[in-house]
């Protein structure tokens, strides 16, 4: 993991964007701050953009609850275009 501490001035901005190769897209983003990232060890995905669900879920399917570690799933619309 790279560690952005030393590179960050504290009125930098860096999107933290999440998405896996499936989404083809970002999913999620989060924005910190040079000040956060250099008080914090890790940070989090962010919240679902615009038409995406992010839900954690277990090996039953079923959500999790706060700081209960399981998968990430995402779900959302699908938009198509006739040319």
Known sequence: MLNLRPLLNPECVVLNVYG????????????????EAQNH?????????????IYILD????????????EIVIGGKKFFSIL
Do not use: M
């Not at 896996?20 to 000040?35: D, F, K, L, N, Q």
């Not at 890790?42 to 615009?50: D, K, S």
């Open 20 to 35: 896996p190769a499936e989404c083809a897209i970002a999913a999620s983003c989060y924005v910190v701050t040079g000040e």
């Open 41 to 53: 060890i890790g940070l989090p995905i962010g919240r679902p953009l615009a038409y995406t669900q």
């Open 59 to 70: 090996e039953f399917f079923q959500e999790v609850i706060p700081g209960q570690i399981g």
